[in-house]
């Protein structure tokens, strides 16, 4: 079996984009996945929830210390609006679906990008993306760790998108 992150470098490459709660109440879940599906990346993983608090402290580990980090969990966690979890796949994706997203804050965010386009504030930017492979692979497996919730199909479109040269 290949790992959660898929095979990074390759074709098969994969990450956890989230649509968050703002996100998800602003009415922004089908732009979001939109840019991702015509860009020709493959949605692999889908689901709507709200996270458990174990969940986002285990997501946001690394933020642990920062002061905004209460503020943080409780806006992921209090059920005002749920979070939709996907996974894609496809050629430089971690890189790219950062690049997508746009900076973490933004106001710093270029025009074009989610948060560039859509938000304002870096404490309600309305989407995740993975930053690496390592973090691909520990928030698949967190949000998406039981049996065939990723789901390896072949997409028709494929050699219409991805080309070696
Ligand atoms: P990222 O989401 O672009 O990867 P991180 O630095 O990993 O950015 O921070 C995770 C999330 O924590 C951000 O997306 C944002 O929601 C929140 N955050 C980061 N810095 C601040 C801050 O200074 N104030 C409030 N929230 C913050
Ligand atoms: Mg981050």
Same mark, same amino acid.
């Given at each position: 079996?290949?790992?959660?992150?898929?095979?990074?470098?390759?074709?098969?490459?994969?990450?956890?984009?989230?649509?968050?709660?703002? #996100?998800?109440?602003? !009415?922004?879940?089908?732009?979001?996945? !939109?840019?991702?599906?015509?860009?020709?990346?493959?949605?692999? #993983?889908?689901?709507?929830?709200?996270?458990?608090?174990?969940?986002?402290?285990?997501?946001?580990?690394?933020?642990?210390?920062?002061?905004?980090?209460?503020?943080?969990?409780?806006?992921?966690?209090?059920?005002?609006?749920?979070?939709?979890?996907?996974?894609?796949? #496809?050629?430089?994706?971690?890189?790219?679906?950062?690049?997508?997203?746009?900076?973490?804050?933004?106001?710093?965010?270029?025009? !074009?990008?989610?948060?560039?386009?859509?938000?304002?504030?870096?404490?309600?930017?309305?989407?995740?993306?993975?930053?690496?492979?390592?973090?691909?692979?520990?928030?698949? /497996?967190? *949000?998406? !760790? /039981?049996?065939?919730?990723?789901?390896? *199909?072949?997409?028709?479109?494929?050699? *219409?998108?991805?080309?070696?040269?």
């Amino acid at each position: 079996a290949i790992p959660l992150h898929g095979v990074p470098g390759t074709s098969k490459e994969r990450t956890f984009i989230a649509v968050k709660p703002d #996100g998800v109440q602003r !009415g922004l879940v089908s732009d979001i996945i !939109g840019r991702f599906e015509k860009r020709g990346y493959k949605l692999v #993983g889908l689901k709507l929830l709200v996270p458990s608090k174990a969940l986002a402290n285990e997501h946001y580990a690394d933020l642990s210390s920062k002061p905004f980090f209460k503020g943080l969990v409780d806006y992921m966690t209090n059920g005002k609006a749920p979070v939709v979890g996907m996974v894609w796949e #496809g050629p430089s994706v971690i890189k790219q679906g950062r690049v997508m997203l746009g900076a973490t804050d933004p106001k710093a965010a270029g025009p !074009g990008t989610i948060r560039g386009d859509y938000c304002l504030s870096i404490g309600r930017n309305i989407c995740h993306g993975s930053d690496s492979a390592e973090s691909a692979e520990k928030e698949i /497996g967190l *949000w998406f !760790g /039981g049996k065939g919730e990723v789901v390896d *199909w072949t997409s028709n479109n494929e050699e *219409w998108v991805v080309s070696d040269n």
